[in-house]
């Protein structure tokens, strides 16, 4: 042994064998934390099964009632129209919002501006009471000119028309965004090496561009869609019978209204998981061949990799190369 070694106790022999037991970090603080949260959501889970006022038999009886399944059709349609026309919409906003043309550009933000600052609920309204402002929808000659085709609003705009209109104008001022937001993350050098290469403008869009941009652009478009069947509740207020304004419609006769709450809010968490679980699939298609930090293996694998180095180099100094 060294004699600086012998005469110094906080110093350690560079010849003594390293130790091959691990022994993992005890986390007292994170223990005492899961054990908390458990004992919290088992009261909870608890508390809200044996509390009679829920009235879970009136939630199994209306769970699948004709009405409440109309409603739930009502908003699923909603939901995929709204959605498909506003994603359309939104790609020629975003289009026009990274066009040359200031034009396009400027009005694109305008119509950003105005869609995304105002209420969802607002918009829904005003729409619904756009007879006020205009009796009669017509196409004319502009500046006054005769009325080539024309009808009175109130037939023209009725209840779906009036809740697929909200919905998808305000939606596709958030489409657009995540769509321009999705194109900008594509190195422009890419374009241009493609262009290089001989491929014209669609053909590097749709080979180069788009793929690359998908992956930006499904994961907020995935949880566009889960809002946008939420947001379809709002239609209740314009009295079109959706899941919502069918249980109001029910509970406002035989005054249940906790037990119908609680049947809606099943569908609800039913199908926003439905959509999770697609909307994580899609995520893991378009995100193949991307690393995005070194792979790194798993705990078990990490303390069995350590375990096995240290074995090799005690048994490297248990066996010294002679010289």
């Known amino acids: 042994m060294n004699p600086a070694t012998a005469t110094d106790p906080t110093r350690v022999d560079p ?27 088992a009261s909870l889970g608890y508390s809200v099964l044996t509390n009679d006022n829920f009235e879970w038999s009136v939630v199994r009886e209306y769970l699948f009632n004709h009405e409440i399944m109309k409603g739930l059709g009502t908003t699923l349609l909603l ?26 550009s400027y009005l694109s933000g305008a119509y950003l501006w105005f869609f ?45 028309a009036v809740a697929i209109i909200g919905l998808t104008l305000n939606e596709s001022a958030y489409m657009a965004e995540i769509v321009r937001g999705g194109l900008l993350s594509v190195p422009k050098h890419q374009t241009e090496a493609a262009i290089a290469l001989g491929m014209n403008r669609w053909l590097t869009f749709r080979r180069v561009v788009l793929p690359q941009a998908l992956r930006v652009i499904v994961p907020p478009t995935g949880n566009q869609v889960i809002g ?19 249980a109001q419609l029910i509970y406002s006769q035989n005054f249940r209204t906790i037990p119908l709450l609680v049947v809606i809010s099943l569908w609800y968490l039913l199908c926003t998981t439905v959509l999770s679980y697609a909307q994580s699939h ?26 096995s180095r ?4 005690s048994q490297s100094n248990d066996n010294p190369t002679p010289a």
């Open 15 to 41: 010849s003594a064998t390293p130790p091959t037991e691990l022994v993992p970090m005890r986390h007292p603080g994170r223990r005492l934390a899961a054990l908390l949260v458990l004992l919290t959501a």
């Open 79 to 104: 939901t995929a129209v709204a959605m498909t026309l506003g994603i359309t919409l939104g790609i020629v906003l975003a289009a026009c919002r990274m066009s040359e043309n200031r034009v396009l």
């Open 116 to 160: 995304r600052g105002t209420p969802l609920l607002v918009q829904l309204i005003f729409w619904f009471n756009l007879s006020a402002l205009y009796p009669r929808l017509s196409l004319s000659v502009p500046f006054g000119g005769p009325e080539i085709a024309g009808a009175a609003t109130n037939s023209v705009l009725s209840l779906w």
């Open 228 to 246: 946008m069947l939420k947001h379809t509740s709002l239609v209740s207020i314009i009295a079109l019978a959706d899941l919502l304004y069918s």
């Open 282 to 307: 899609i995520e893991r298609h378009y995100g193949r061949g991307v690393q995005v930090g070194p792979l790194r293996p798993g705990g078990l694998a990490k303390l069995r990799s350590l375990g």
């Open 310 to 313: 240290l074995s090799k180099r």
